[in-house]
């Protein structure tokens, strides 16, 4: 199956400063990745549709200002968390369609920020 | 938009029992249902999934069924085994958005 490839796998930072997330789709080409943020214990729940080229769309309630997305290749989107704060702490995880896959998304292998 | 209820949230079963997971959906334009099996700490891994043309679908073990008139579908996992304890996730998706709308999770304990 489609590879997705996501880094870092884990991320400590202080309260205040940025952290950047990959998400690589490592045989495919990918216009489209889709993040999400999954709380301990909890589901997934989207925060928003990343597309190669044009502004991200986002889910209600997540702020746009604060989880930057830039998809500036066909194999690459990216998360940044900025300002980061202690409830900004969770499992984030990207996911992409491969072409001809339809809606059968393969998921990175998520990355768990904890913010100090 | 779309939302999905999932149930129950946590399932304990004796090792070769079945155990059976149902979700339910509120929007009738999807079409596209995935089963997600994840475990701690671990990328959500899809194990099933069936299409809105497609009342059941089986792969060894797993099994999933989908009523489009109530909106509801369900995985039935049979014989069951310790490696199938984990938190399964029902999603729900249509051809236009792509981007699935997952249920609250199951958390499966199979009991040696």
């Known amino acids: 199956g489609a590879v997705v490839s996501q880094h870092p796998s884990r991320v400590i930072c202080k309260s205040g400063t940025s952290v950047k997330i990959e998400c690589r789709s490592l045989?495919?080409?990918?216009?489209?990745m889709f993040w999400y943020r999954q709380f301990p214990k909890q589901s997934l729940m989207l925060m928003a549709t990343?597309?190669?080229?044009?502004?991200?769309?986002?889910e209600q309630g997540v702020e746009k200002d604060k989880f930057l997305i830039n998809h500036a290749s066909l194999t690459l989107s990216t998360l940044t968390v900025t300002s980061a704060h202690p409830e900004d702490s969770s499992f984030y995880i990207c996911?992409?369609?491969?072409?001809?896959?339809?809606?059968?998304?393969?998921f990175g292998s998520g990355t768990q920020l904890s913010v100090l | 938009g779309e939302n999905v209820e999932q149930h129950p949230s946590t399932l304990s079963v004796q090792e070769g029992d079945s155990a059976v997971i149902k979700c339910t959906y509120s929007?009738?334009?999807?079409?596209?249902f995935p089963w997600y099996k994840q475990e701690l700490g671990k990328r959500p891994q899809l194990i099933i999934d069936i299409r809105s043309n497609v009342g059941e679908k089986k792969d060894q073990r797993i099994a999933v069924t989908l009523n489009k008139t109530a909106k509801h579908f369900s995985l039935h996992i049979t014989e069951t085994q310790p490696e199938d304890s984990a938190v399964y996730f029902c999603a729900a998706a249509n051809t236009g958005r792509r981007a699935l709308t997952f249920g609250s999770g199951t958390r499966l304990q199979v009991q040696p």
């Open positions: 045989d495919f080409q990918a216009t489209t």
């Open positions: 929007d009738s334009a999807s079409n596209y």
């Open positions: 996911s992409a369609a491969a072409p001809g896959a339809r809606e059968k998304l393969f």
């Open positions: 990343s597309n190669e080229g044009s502004k991200a769309t986002y």
